[in-house]
């Protein structure tokens, strides 16, 4: 139904429409994980992960949904799903790769209550998208939150070192760092063309 | 323990489901009445509409708007029952995000008349002056929609052009520093002009039978 | 089982004030901003997602701890997500029955209510562990001192935006606008204004109070 380009759905998703610099979703973990480089990665990766298993059932639970018309069950079986996709990635990662489970610790299960995860379920389904395309979209909003989580971190790793203000320091600096990153980010509106 | 999780996913069910039928009726009046609202701003003079949908057989249907999603074409009457144009939707890829539109179609100027954006994200200030801007408005009074010789397509493609350069009646005056926004309202109203009016046009008869 | 309270002041009343100034959710506690920054570009729509949130905040407050005893330890965070998830389904349909155009203009967000880390939060932490009246009421303290934070942003975005307050004109006269303060980068400024005051009033306050000076 949905007359963009694959490139333009990653790209907006990534880039002009970033979650985090232009909708604020994903600021809880945005602020809390974004201190240092290496934690930011590898959220980054879990997080990208998780929506694309997300968008996948999500959209089966809308063709569902439709199909025996019961609109109002979508938020909660959205929620229930994108729960339980973060238990089985857990899980995954625990019996994979403890060492990695280790290193992400405690932002593992707080991807359930990350605003984007949901965001990006509910705005494919407003916007319609074929399979294809919530893959490709849930993809671009992975990158353009670890993007962003990436970028803050090594603007914070730096600003930690430099001499701050007392009263500005810790969030408040954040949040004027991201205020930045999102005005430099506006400048991508329009790439891709119409 | 499933069976506590399971009982109040019940109890969860029970209460999402009532404020859906309890809301329901007042929801889907008001959607009706806005889209009324709306039709009666882009075809002035309208005093009653309805709602059609394409058969695949090419026929036009009279139906309701219980489908969502479903796309449709709404002709508009006057006092005395005669079909004085349709108002159709239209959409195109903004600047932020998708533009959505209604526009009327008057049948005897051939022409657009009227033109409400439904659905906009555009940066204010920017691009949301193509619901602001007085004289981006004026392009709309009567937009050229004639359709060719053999009706199977627009005679002239509606397009926007850059501000003041505005030449011939097909085409749209654009909005000096709001241009992607301008030239996607151009844009969502020549590929439903193009795709809906030669069939509207060859139909005529489906919807002046007053049901 | 037992409220915390100041021993002092009547359990009841702290419980509801603590969430408006020393507990609060945005200023202090820095949770629940996902959902909302988004939509907090004017005052009307900061006012109805703050409200909104606070009645999901309430009732689920309310239901997590009438039901406490019942839900069994494992499953409770899925059973807090089912109960919260509920009721905001519910209210965004009230909201969509009240005023179509609200609707239109908070979107997915109010769906979004649902993650917003202060709910879960609240009934983690206090919902789940006291009765049904001092949860009320935490629930509606919180609430107040989140829609109050959102307001507190809203409108200065609006009034520095667009130049209006609810939508009427705020300055005589004509007034150019910064857009940029409607704009997402501007949430984040006005947010970080708001937070830099506030820590300058409780740093004032916390410094007032060891000099031994009257507060």
Known sequence: ?194 | MYGALVGIGAICGLLIVSAFVLTEPTIERKKAEALERAIFEVLPGTASSAHFRLRTDGRFERTDLSQPGEPLVHPAYDVSGELIGLALEAQAMGYADTIRILYGYSIESEAIVGVKVLESKETPGLGDRIETDAAFRENFHALDARLAEGGKALAHPIRTVKHGEKANSWEIDGITGATISSQAVGRALDASAASWLPDVRRRLADFRRME | ?215
């Open chain 3, 1 to 215: 089982m037992a409220s915390d309270s100041n021993a002092n002041v009547p359990p009841s009343t702290d419980e509801f004030v603590k969430g408006l100034w020393r507990e609060n959710p945005v200023f202090v506690q820095v949770l629940g901003m996902c959902p909302t920054l988004a939509v907090s570009n004017t005052a009307r729509n900061a006012l109805a997602m703050g409200l909104a949130t606070m009645v999901v905040l309430v009732m689920s407050n309310a239901v997590i701890s009438a039901i406490r005893n019942l839900i069994p330890k494992q499953v409770r965070i899925a059973s807090f997500i089912l109960v919260i998830a509920s009721f905001v389904t519910v209210v965004e349909y009230l909201i969509q029955a009240i005023s179509l155009e609200l609707h239109k203009a908070l979107g997915a967000f109010i769906s979004l209510i649902v993650v917003n880390c202060i709910i879960l939060g609240r009934a983690e932490a206090f919902a789940s562990k006291n009765r049904l009246l001092p949860s009320v009421l935490d629930g509606l303290g919180m609430g107040l001192g989140f829609t109050f934070a959102l307001f507190c942003l809203g409108a200065v975005r609006e009034v520095v935006g667009s130049g209006t307050l609810f939508g009427v004109a705020a300055f005589p006269g004509a007034y150019q606008e910064w857009v940029i303060m409607i704009l997402p980068a501007g949430g984040f400024f006005t947010l970080a204004g708001w937070l830099l005051l506030f820590n300058h009033l409780e740093a004032r306050r916390a410094e007032r109070a060891t000099t031994g000076a009257t507060p």
């Open chain 1, 1 to 194: 139904m949905s007359q963009e380009s694959l490139v333009s759905i990653f790209l907006g998703a990534s880039l002009i429409n970033n979650f985090v610099l232009a909708y604020f979703l994903g600021i809880c973990p945005f602020l809390g994980v974004s201190s240092k480089l290496e934690t930011a990665t590898r959220m980054g990766g879990a997080v990208t992960f998780v929506m694309l298993i997300s968008s996948m059932c999500a959209y089966g639970i809308q063709a569902l949904l439709v199909a025996i018309d019961a609109p109002y069950l979508k938020l909660i079986s959205f929620i229930a799903v994108i729960a339980s996709a973060v238990q089985l990635v857990e899980m995954f990662i625990k019996k994979t790769s403890p060492a990695l489970f280790r290193a992400l610790g405690i932002f593992l299960p707080l991807i359930t209550t990350n605003c984007a995860i949901l965001a990006l379920a509910l705005f494919q389904t407003n916007k319609g998208y074929g399979f294809v395309e919530c893959l490709v979209y849930a993809l671009g909003g992975g990158v353009g939150f670890t993007l962003a989580l990436v970028l803050m971190a090594g603007l914070r790793e730096k600003l930690a070192l430099a001499e701050t203000p007392g009263v500005v320091r810790g969030t408040a600096l954040a949040l004027v760092v991201a205020g930045l990153l999102s005005v430099a980010f506006m400048g991508f509106a329009g790439l891709g063309g119409s």
